[in-house]
């Protein structure tokens, strides 16, 4: 059970993870603190200012990725497909390590025991079994665990309306074939 929880908290933390993209995708950026209208503030980008739309990263690892607002590819959409009708907010894979990591942030129209049906039946479909619990705090949340090696944890926010989901996966590298 110790190994589950901790495998449990991975799960976790790359949801977490995938929120926080998803979230930081959505904020927009601080172009030097300046207020609105203030005299100091400049139009256009100078060299001493880059760009916002310009920006290095370091390229992913082999292997690695992950993207805002699509699937990335290679993503196992057989072991995590997108529930019908939801819109995809973030999405990550690593098959780098062992447990891989997927992950999927996404949102629809509809309530979250709606979300946390369609996924329980696709994970209890590929042999994953619902671990007891239904919720952390407030929050509608659900463990899965396969081979007693792989768990899927889904939570599920509402609001307005709109749920937003955030499922985070590790598994064997052969289930994200």
Same mark, same amino acid.
């Given at each position: 059970?110790?190994?589950?929880?901790?495998?449990?908290?991975?799960?976790?933390?790359?949801?977490?993870?995938?929120?926080?993209?998803?979230?930081?995708?959505?904020?927009?950026?601080?172009?030097?603190?300046t207020?609105?209208?203030?005299?100091? #503030?400049?139009?256009?980008?100078?060299?001493?200012?880059?760009?916002?739309?310009?920006?290095? /990263?370091?390229?992913?690892?082999?292997?690695?990725?992950?993207?805002?607002?699509?699937?990335?590819?290679?993503?196992?959409?057989?072991l995590?497909? !997108?529930?019908?009708?939801?819109?995809?907010?973030?999405?990550?894979? *690593?098959?780098?390590?062992?447990?891989?990591?997927?992950?999927?942030?996404?949102?629809?129209?509809?309530?979250?025991?709606?979300?946390?049906a369609?996924?329980?039946?696709?994970?209890?479909?590929?042999?994953?079994?619902?671990?007891?619990?239904?919720?952390?705090?407030t !929050?509608?949340?659900? *463990?899965?665990?396969?081979? *007693?090696?792989?768990?899927?944890?889904?939570?599920?926010?509402?609001?307005?309306?709109? /749920?937003?989901?955030?499922?985070? #996966?590790?598994?064997?590298?052969?289930?994200?074939?």
């Amino acid at each position: 059970m110790k190994e589950f929880r901790e495998r449990r908290r991975a799960a976790v933390a790359v949801a977490a993870a995938g929120t926080l993209l998803a979230l930081a995708a959505c904020t927009p950026a601080d172009q030097g603190g300046t207020a609105p209208g203030s005299a100091s #503030a400049s139009a256009a980008p100078t060299a001493a200012q880059p760009s916002a739309t310009a920006s290095t /990263s370091p390229p992913a690892a082999p292997g690695t990725s992950a993207t805002v607002g699509a699937m990335v590819p290679g993503f196992p959409a057989k072991l995590l497909p !997108v529930m019908p009708g939801a819109k995809v907010v973030s999405s990550s894979f *690593d098959k780098t390590i062992t447990p891989a990591t997927v992950a999927l942030v996404g949102s629809i129209s509809a309530p979250s025991s709606e979300v946390l049906a369609f996924y329980t039946t696709v994970l209890a479909a590929q042999g994953f079994q619902a671990v007891p619990g239904e919720s952390v705090g407030t !929050v509608p949340s659900k *463990d899965f665990l396969r081979n *007693d090696s792989e768990t899927v944890n889904i939570s599920v926010i509402e609001a307005a309306g709109i /749920s937003t989901f955030t499922i985070g #996966a590790n598994v064997a590298p052969e289930s994200v074939k």
